[in-house]
């Protein structure tokens, strides 16, 4: 039954019968499919929906009529609204399951490609406090769920939290967070009790005033934490708050901050001033260490990149004597940790100062078999790259979301390595890939890493061989 309400269509007791992408689950009504945001498998449900297509709509709980049996409690009070760890009301072990099915799906379907083996996904030993790196927005108006209408509504309080998701320009309170070991929760309440208690100004996105913008925390397995704070303007208030959180919070290793006055918060072009500490944390991985800078790209959970990177190195198979690329190095990770094992190993990434941290993480290390390229991917593998630097025996690919290039993909086709792993985090794109490579490589076998519990995100390993 539906009625229509201020806010939009009500669906009473809606049935709900699977798992979707995105962190949803799926009912139907009337022939068509409800997405719907915090429910699973087995509840029945009356929604509010919020965004109406032809084929499909869009809804929120607003009340259980029945709940699946195996449904938890979320363990987070921000759960829904928070955007993040939409899945904590999924026991861990079935959403390995539901990612698993998506990626088989997709490369099956979407793909159209054979997989001779399918391995099981690697789960995640910790399904909280896994993220080393957090980022958290300052609002100068505090966005609250309401329960009935299912919107946020501006509270005339500052806020520190995360942007509710799909506005830029609005930001939900949090005042815990499971995803990062303490002192993150610490750190950051005890930043809104002083800028609250100061009197300092939050940040207005609309009207770009005020003063605090973002903090950004790095904590890492080595006990470093990392902050990097963001400013809207240099002010007599900055240095102050800095010297507040060296002296509360010992544990801070590296304070940094930079004073950002353009309209995005991107971090990675600000020009970052050390405060205290040393300038840069360094994480364990495997024996290797990574120094992270303030913008350095690193692996946001350590424990699984270590497990991606273990069964990159075995479906690698090197016996010492081969010639590796590694294309989309970004902070040359992967090549890194690979270097120990191969002859030699090119990493090639588009944005310089990854290539320096690069270079500098593999003489930490004091691996001298790896050369680091500055390239667009796209132009990357001409005739005088591979004169220059050698004929691969395996080639990694770690593209973006977006997937290859149509022009890599064609000079991996020319280039004919006897193996190429690709890791993806996106199995669409990874499918249509893979379907561009179908005549020329099998895909032997292929392995998702849960990188991220509690989320849809994913990253999935293929081998593929030289047919
Ligand atoms: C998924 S990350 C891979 C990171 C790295 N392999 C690791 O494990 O840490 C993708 C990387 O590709 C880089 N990238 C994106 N587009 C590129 C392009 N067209 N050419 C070169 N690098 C690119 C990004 O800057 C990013 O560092």
Known sequence: MTKRNKGGFLIDNLVITDYANEGKAIGRFEGKVIFVDGAMPGDVVDVRVYFNKKDFAEARIINFREKAAQRLNPVCKHFTYCGGCKWQHVPYAEQLLFKERMVHDTIKHMGKVDVAEWEPIIGSENEYRYRNKLEFA????????????????????????????????????????????????????????????????????????????????????????????????????????????????????????????????????????????????????????????????????????????????????????ELVYDLYTGTGSIAIYLARYAAKVVGVEYIEPAIIDARLNASLNNIDNCTFIVKDMADALTDEFVNQNGKPDVVITDPPRAGMHPKVVESLRSLSPEKIIYVSCNPATQARDLQMLDDKYAVIKSCPVDMFPHTHHLENVALLSLR
């Open 138 to 321: 300052f609002s100068n108006r505090r966005w609250v769920p309401n329960e009935i209408l299912t919107v946020a509504h501006a509270q005339n309080k500052p806020a520190l939290g995360y942007h509710i998701q799909g506005f830029w320009d609005k930001v939900l309170h949090v005042d815990e967070c499971h995803l990062q070991n303490e002192p993150t929760n610490a750190i950051r309440n005890a930043v809104y009790q002083y800028a609250t208690e100061k009197g300092l100004s939050f940040y207005d996105a609309r009207q770009q005033q005020g003063l605090l913008r973002n903090m950004m925390l790095r904590v890492l397995r080595t006990g470093e934490v990392l902050i990097l704070l963001t400013f809207k303007e240099n002010t007599p208030d900055i240095l102050p708050l800095l010297e507040f959180l060296k002296s509360r919070f010992p544990e801070i290793t590296s304070l940094n901050y930079a004073i950002n006055a353009k309209r995005n918060d991107s971090m990675s072009d600000l020009q970052v001033i050390h405060y205290s500490g040393k300038p840069y944390i360094n994480e364990m991985l495997d024996g290797l260490q990574f120094r992270i800078s303030p913008q350095s790209f690193f692996q946001t959970n350590t424990r699984q990149a270590e497990q991606l990177y273990r069964k990159i190195k075995e479906y690698a198979g090197l016996k010492g004597g």
